[in-house]
Nanobody, 124 residues
Framework: QVQLVESGGGLVQTGDSLRLSCTAS????????MGWFRQAPGKEREFVAT????????DYVDSVKGRFTISRVNIKNTVYLQMNSLTPEDTATYYC?????????????????WGQGTQVTVAS
């Protein structure tokens, strides 16, 4: 099994930055591509960003392009989401997810492992 633990969420003001971290433990050799998703109250979980195991390929939802950056340090089994220029529309619970495949993906059903989430609240 693989456990994913997110950290770094909090309450910030519009325009501020946050860096989320997601650390994997357990059978980490079975995890390849990683992703970040978010879910706001009353809304479906949505894709935010994804990265291949090597870090050579990434993908972002249009609403965060140019503001968010996904990265990873495999020796630490950790994936990061740097979030800049935050707005109230970014308020959500952010989830880290891991695939057993090497290719990146936007669909939630393509991810096998999920963390419990970290709350990000952006005040106006």
């Amino acid at each position: 099994q693989v456990q994913l633990v997110e950290s770094g969420g909090g309450l910030v003001q519009t325009g501020d930055s946050l860096r989320l971290s997601c650390t994997a433990s357990g059978r980490t050799a079975s995890v390849y591509a990683m992703g970040w998703f978010r879910q706001a109250p009353g809304k479906e979980r949505e894709f935010v960003a994804t990265i291949t195991w090597s870090g050579s390929d990434t993908d972002y939802v249009d609403s965060v392009k140019g503001r968010f950056t996904i990265s990873r340090v495999n020796i630490k089994n950790t994936v990061y989401l740097q979030m800049n220029s935050l707005t109230p529309e970014d308020t959500a619970t952010y989830y880290c997810a891991g695939r057993t495949m090497a290719t990146i993906a936007r669909e939630t059903y393509k991810y096998t492992y999920w963390g419990q989430g970290t709350q990000v609240t952006v005040a106006s």
